[in-house]
């Protein structure tokens, strides 16, 4: 007879042997699951890695694309700059052939003017700037404007500036000349006066300037009159053509010529005179001889 199993016993061990199965079963399920979260983070660390360079990659086309543009517009910009500099260099050398070379010409006893040079275009000085409203004075159109303003404001400074002389033609020179060498003899006359051709008053941009206070250039050098063009005229382009020392003429404090306001400041702050300066140096204001 096989031997009788306490109930009570039997009850327990079914028990262990459910809640051992319980438990190696739950062990199972949570190896399986733990295995599979590792899986799930390598992929999900791989995933990571792989958003990272494909996120690096879309920063490097980025870059690239931006510095392609970068180029493109930079080579665009120095393309304009190029149309530029060179629609700049058109425009120069358009007004530089409609610029007279002879404006800035070293005349007196230098260059010559032949007989048939006239500026292209003259006007009448208004009347209220006259030394003598009998004698009607010419000037250069473009100077005409500056003239009048270096006058203008001299008479609003107290100082009444008229002019005496200004456009002479060729035969106006010879015929001034001729006179003066009756007057005074040659020597003398060739002291003062220029030869025609050589005259600065041809170029139509030369003025002989008076002091309501003074006749015929009478003491000029120590008239206000002088001092004030001293200080004031290359404002308005002006300089003194013959100041003392020069080698062409005697001293002419009266005597002004318009040769560009670039021109005459330089020459002002660097305490020159127009007949100074080589003529090459001289042709490089002709660019902006009436700006």
């Given at each position: 007879m096989l031997p009788q199993t306490n109930p009570k016993k039997l009850s327990v061990i079914v028990l262990c042997v459910v809640l051992l199965s319980i438990l190696v079963f739950g062990f199972y399920k949570y190896y399986v699951v733990a295995i599979k979260l590792i899986e799930t983070e390598?992929?999900?660390?791989?995933?990571?890695?792989?958003?990272?360079?494909?996120?690096?990659k879309v920063f490097e086309l980025q870059a690239s694309l931006l510095q392609l543009?970068?180029?493109?517009?930079?080579q665009s910009k120095a393309y304009q700059d190029e149309l530029k500099d060179a629609d700049k260099k058109v425009q120069d050398l358009?007004?530089?052939?409609e610029t007279d070379p002879q404006l800035l010409a070293k005349y007196s006893k230098v260059y010559f003017l032949?007989?048939?040079?006239?500026?292209?275009?003259?006007?009448?000085i208004d009347e209220k700037y006259l030394d003598d409203t009998s004698k009607p004075q010419e000037?250069?159109?473009?100077?005409?404007?500056?003239?009048?303003r270096m006058l203008g404001r001299a008479l609003r400074s107290g100082?009444?500036?008229?002019?005496t002389s200004a456009y002479r033609s060729f035969s106006d020179q010879f015929s001034l000349k001729a006179g003066y060498k009756v007057t005074y003899g040659a020597g003398t006359a060739n002291?003062?006066?220029?030869?025609?051709?050589?005259?600065?008053?041809?170029?139509?941009?030369?003025?002989?300037?008076?002091?309501?206070?003074?006749?015929?250039?009478?003491?000029?050098?120590?008239?206000?009159a002088y001092k004030w063009l001293l200080d004031n005229a290359y404002k308005y382009g002006f300089?003194?053509?013959?100041?003392?020392?020069?080698?062409?003429?005697?001293?002419?404090?009266?005597?002004?010529?318009?040769?560009?306001?670039?021109?005459?400041h330089d020459l002002h702050e660097d305490d020159q005179y127009f007949y100074d300066l080589s003529q090459r140096d001289i042709n490089k204001y002709l660019l902006n001889f009436f700006d």
């Open positions: 390598k992929e999900l660390a791989s995933t990571i890695e792989n958003f990272k360079l494909f996120q690096q543009s970068q180029d493109k517009e930079n358009k007004k530089l052939t032949n007989e048939n040079y006239a500026p292209p275009s003259l006007v009448s000037i250069h159109k473009e100077v005409e404007k500056y003239l009048k100082i009444k500036l008229t002019v002291q003062f006066s220029a030869e025609q051709g050589y005259s600065e008053h041809q170029l139509g941009t030369t003025v002989d300037l008076n002091y309501a206070s003074t006749t015929a250039f009478v003491n000029f050098e120590n008239s206000d300089v003194i053509s013959y100041p003392k020392g020069n080698v062409y003429y005697q001293f002419e404090p009266w005597h002004w010529r318009f040769v560009g306001l670039e021109l005459a």
